[in-house]
């Protein structure tokens, strides 16, 4: 079992940074892929970033390249995501996810476990 907690969401201004952490617990998190996912009003929840346990791998989506960076350390049990030059479109609930499987994957049914979400709000 692990419980995911989320932090670090809150209102910026367009052009602006922040960086979401995911605390886990358990002593397995080392183990897992990490992925990070967020919902906007009215619109399906979507990929966002993955990271491969070693934290040798990693794959974004294609809206948020260039501005977002996934990265994890497993000695903290804490995967994060910072994020520059945001856009009121980056506007949504942003959730980390948890998946043991061998291959990485951006499928978020794929997902084992997941955090409450934090809210990221960007004013334009």
């Known amino acids: 079992q692990v419980q995911l907690v989320e932090s670090g969401g809150g209102l910026v201004q367009a052009g602006g940074s922040l960086r979401l952490s995911c605390a886990a617990s358990?002593?397995?998190?080392?183990?897992?892929?990490m992925g990070w996912f967020r919902q906007a009003p009215g619109k399906e929840r979507e990929f966002v970033a993955v990271?491969?346990?070693?934290?040798?791998?990693?794959d974004y989506a294609n809206s948020v390249k260039g501005r977002f960076t996934i990265s994890r350390d497993n000695a903290k049990n804490t995967v994060y995501l910072q994020m520059n030059s945001l856009k009121p479109e980056d506007t949504a609930v942003y959730y980390c996810?948890?998946?043991?499987?061998?291959?990485?994957?951006?499928?978020?049914?794929?997902?084992?476990?997941w955090g409450q979400g934090t809210q990221v709000t960007v004013s334009s």
């Open positions: 996810a948890a998946d043991r499987s061998v291959v990485v994957t951006t499928v978020q049914d794929e997902y084992d476990y």
């Open positions: 990271i491969k346990w070693s934290g040798t791998w990693r």
């Open positions: 358990g002593r397995t998190f080392s183990s897992y892929n």
